[in-house]
């Protein structure tokens, strides 16, 4: 199994960036698919991005592409999500999970077994 830690959430202004980090520990974090999700107050978790373990293919969600940016770094077990242009619709908490590698890249919640327990985004308008 893997441990998720998520971190780096915080109150920043419309147009602002953040760079959220999932720190991983137990088995080898090269070992899983890597995704970010998000939820908004009053609503279900929705999925905004996924990078292979090898970090060679990713798909994103169409509301954050080409203002978000998922990446990993292996070495460190560690995975990131850069949010530049932020918007006050990106608001919520934001929550990495990961599934086995052998699954690939996948867009629903129920398909990545390990979680995190989330860091809040607030953005203001």
């Known amino acids: 199994q893997v441990q998720l830690v998520e971190s780096g959430g915080g109150l920043v202004q419309a147009g602002g960036s953040l760079r959220l980090s999932c720190a991983a520990s137990g088995r080898t974090f090269g070992s899983y698919t890597m995704g970010w999700f998000r939820q908004a107050p009053g609503k279900e978790r929705t999925f905004v991005a996924a990078l292979t373990w090898n970090g060679v293919n990713w798909v994103y969600a169409d509301a954050v592409k080409g203002r978000f940016t998922i990446s990993r770094d292996n070495a460190k077990n560690t995975g990131y999500l850069q949010m530049n242009s932020l918007k006050p619709e990106d608001t919520g908490v934001y929550y990495c999970?990961?599934?086995?590698?052998?699954?690939?890249?996948?867009?629903?919640?129920?398909?990545?077994?390990?979680w995190g327990q989330g860091t809040q985004v607030t953005v203001s308008s």
């Open positions: 999970g990961a599934r086995s590698a052998v699954g690939g890249l996948a867009r629903r919640q129920s398909e990545y077994p390990y």
